[in-house]
């Protein structure tokens, strides 16, 4: 629950059976807080994809800001929303707010904070705790991999619209590709010190999740896509030093991948594509790539 009560609330169900979206349409009825239910039509296992539901939900909301919050992720933080409402109206400039998640499986602490480096250097360093600070770009997208979930993100709509919302060619981490974007075009950035939401990260074993059900070359390759697709839409040269440097993890992991099933010639063809693509970036220097640059003189 939010002690922030001037919600509109907007409910995508992507994929439920015709059954399961007339219980919970009953449920919602129940409800003494309105929602705007929509029922997506399943297409697949995975439904349309968590990229398109949520653009559903941005096209329907008609607030100044927007949040999410998945069905396996939860707000424990009550005054999540009402400290950045209060902190908002009196900053203009305010496009993009995030906050700390703690992990969980299985109702067991994985780890206390998603983002461990900002409460051990950005909050810690400025001696801060529960308040809303700004950040600057670069302490947004100081290392590829990291980002915020969109459950901890409170975001302009504006800029939503501007940027076009989710990217929906991937199914797979398609929350960084977004929040790499936002960063890119947001004027101004706040960090939220405290711990806003629990994050339920999936069981592998259970398969159950997009996550769990790509391969790791998969997820690979669809993090090589999004490094790509952030090269063509970003501009700042943090955003576009993240997508390079996620972008040359990407390529090393396919070109290593394939090294260890022995083929060769696909190693190569990845490592070539990470020549041309990231030039510069950091992985060069690795001893691992040595092998990579054996391979291409052998393979001319």
């Not at 396996?72 to 005054?79: E, F, G, I, L, M």
């Not at 009402?82 to 009196?90: G, K």
């Not at 999936?202 to 999740?209: E, I, Q, S, T, Y």
């Amino acid at each position: 629950m939010q002690v922030h009560d001037d919600l509109e609330i907007v409910l995508v169900d992507d994929g439920s059976s015709e059954a399961a979206a007339r219980a919970n349409r009953a449920l919602l009825e129940a409800s003494a807080r309105p929602f705007q239910y929509v029922h997506v039509a399943a297409h697949g296992p995975g439904g349309s994809g968590p990229g398109r539901a949520r653009n559903i939900g941005i096209a329907r909301a008609t607030g100044t800001f927007v949040t999410f919050c998945d069905d396996d992720d939860a707000w424990t933080d009550p005054k999540h929303l009402s400290r950045v409402a209060l902190h908002a109206a009196n900053a203009p400039q305010a496009d993009l707010y995030f906050a700390n998640q703690r992990a969980m499986r299985d109702d067991a602490v994985l780890f206390e904070y998603w983002l461990p480096a900002y409460t051990t250097k950005v909050v810690a360093a400025r001696g801060l705790d529960g308040s809303i600070i700004p950040v600057r770009r670069a302490e947004c997208l100081s290392r590829a991999g990291d980002f915020p979930h969109g459950n901890t993100c409170v975001v302009r709509k504006s800029l939503l619209d501007e940027i076009g919302g989710y990217w929906e060619g991937v199914r797979y981490a398609e929350d960084m590709d977004l929040f790499v974007r936002m960063a890119d075009r947001a004027r101004e950035i706040y960090f939220q010190c405290a711990t806003v939401a629990r994050h339920d990260i999936p069981n592998p074993a259970l398969r159950n999740n997009v996550s769990t059900r790509r391969s790791a070359d998969g997820k690979a390759f669809d993090l090589a896509m999004i490094a790509e697709h952030l090269m063509f839409h970003c501009s700042t040269p943090e955003a576009r030093a993240y997508a390079k440097e996620l972008g040359g993890q990407a390529l090393r992991a396919l070109a290593l991948s394939r090294v260890h099933t022995g083929d060769r010639v696909s190693a190569a063809s990845w490592a070539r594509q990470a020549l041309v693509l990231y030039p510069t970036w950091k992985w060069f220097a690795y001893t691992g790539f040595l092998r990579f640059g054996a391979m291409l003189t052998r393979l001319g």
